[in-house]
């Protein structure tokens, strides 16, 4: 992966709080017929609310590479 250890650090507690609040997330996405992308991307856009985490992100990242993070993250493909 391209991202810096110290932003996926940030990234993943982000995501954790999160899901320790909502446990049933991913599967109220798959009862809604939404894919694990799009479920990797609502956790993203949900912890980047005021962009800080994007403006830094996407200095040198693409959408591929967080979305890698976002995989490793959450577990999903």
Do not use: C
Request: proline share 3%.
């Amino acid at each position: 992966m391209k991202i810096k250890p110290e932003n996926f650090n940030k990234l993943k507690n982000a995501i954790e709080g999160i899901l320790t609040k909502n446990p049933n997330m991913l599967q109220h996405y798959q009862e809604l017929g939404y894919s694990t992308m799009r479920y990797r991307w609502d956790l993203y856009h949900a912890v980047n609310i005021n962009n800080y985490m994007g403006a830094n992100l996407y200095k040198y990242l693409n959408d591929d590479n967080i979305d890698s993070a976002l995989r490793k993250i959450t577990g999903t493909k």
